[in-house]
């Protein structure tokens, strides 16, 4: 190592975010094996080429992805390039591009945002119809895109039918239908099912596909399903300050992700701990799950002297105001003894 001190303890993991977790080895390893030489930037590398036929190999022969840096430029990309200058989007109140992107879609997209109460996270048709019935006139902001994240930001997934029928939904009222998958892989993981058969196969125009979260440095990509969702996607992923110059060192990523099975074993071990850890928390005197645990996020009501004790080893986030509520999300890299460690305080007194 050339002149870099290790600033922080490298066994010690958090319950903050599956962000606060590192870089895969696998993935670091394809970093190092795709340097050297030179190759074309801005996407006209080798390693993009290969991305882009294992993107249509997961998603299918339609399937056209943009790598992007991070999960709110693929959702500011896909949005802008989805909404006429007139449009809004449909989203849950508990939408990531309505609560924690300050504010990039209206600001860089100039988009609006319409936003349900969706109690678990999850949209319904039901929900879309509160927005979308009657306000057609010129007055209105015209909705033309509903977004939905998979998995959601509660931790919960919707299943392929659920999907299918907010497409249905949206195509029958000329509107597109946006999945934010920041965390695809853990919603696959879930269902047991590849990544075409809750997107492509129920109608889903454009994905967000996370990378970051499930191991990456960082990259994520705008995979486009059906060409005629999106209006310029290229041109505006680069004003968007969005297009890798260096792009092959984001293909690289993507590749040891998705070209084999790294996505997927690294997602299943994330919601296994994110099982584990729901399981052993249930039993913690005057606790509760707030969300169904389906995917690697844990919400649960703790005790205020349960949540300070934790508080002294982990860092996580507090879910509502009072502090009553925590999220608890578990990473590739947590391990079973991460979580029992934690239990093992919750437990006490
Ligand atoms: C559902 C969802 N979408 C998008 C993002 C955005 O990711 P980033 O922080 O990489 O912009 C996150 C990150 O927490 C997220 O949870």
Redesign the pocket.
Known sequence: MIGVVQLHDPDHRDFG?D?YAGVHPAVLTALAEANGGHQRGYGDDVYSARLAQVLREHFGAQAVGYPVF??????VVALSAMTPRWGSVVVPSSA??HT??AGAPERMAGLKLLTVEAPDGRLTPDLVASVTAGGHDVHFPQPSVVAV?QAT?LGTVYTPDQLGALAEQAHGLGLRLYV?G??LANAAAHLGLPLRAFTTDVGVDVV?LGG??NGLMFG?VVVVLDPGAVDGLPYVRKMSAQLASKSRFAAAQLLALYDGDLWLDSARHANAMARRLAAGLAEVPGARLVHEVQANAVFAALPAATVARLRERWAFYDWTPDGSQVRLMCAWDTTEQDVADLLAVAREG
Do not use: I, L, Q, W
């Open positions: 975010s962000n991070n999960g709110t430029g693929a959702n990531h591009v924690d992107e994240a930001e934010d920041a965390r967000g970051t979260k994520e």
